[in-house]
């Protein structure tokens, strides 16, 4: 009997939990699966491709440069993966879909525009320093720039989503506590 009473106790404070984590974590998956892998061939491949010599790419001189690639990822990917993971979030939460329920009134967009600047500012100002501090004239290999900016931008989509993810939960959880 004590055993059946634990397994009810347990299935009361589950649906009762702020967070339930089946649709979101689905969603959550879903959208990791989309991100990761089309950043890393996407961004890859397109610099690869437009790098006139792939053998000798400078950092800022040349038609070509890196910085062309790297500086419009850090700043729109940022932003486009948080806005998006949280509207796609925060949607299904006003739907009811979802076993929590966000505080009211609740500013939707300017939540959703706050925190997709905030990540952008964290993703471009510590890439632009790396960016400056490396030396501007030597010639780097394309090949090897293209395939970092890739790995970049898969880790970029995967850290965005999980703190987007994160932070909302901290909303959620504050909201709950009496």
Known sequence: MKREEAVMD???????E???GVRIGKLIRRNLWLYIPTNLVFNTLVAYFNFEDPTAV????GEQHFARFL???ALLLPFIISFDILKKTIDMAEKEDVGFQLPQPFAKYRFITKIATVHTL????PIGLVLLLLPAERPYDGRVLAVILGFLAALLAAAFVWLSIKKLRGVVEVNKKP
């Open 10 to 16: 347990c299935s009361k404070t589950q649906a009762t």
């Open 71 to 73: 500086l419009p990822m």
């Open 122 to 125: 964290m993703a471009s100002v």
């Open 58 to 61: 400078y950092l800022f001189r």
């Open 18 to 20: 702020p967070w339930p």
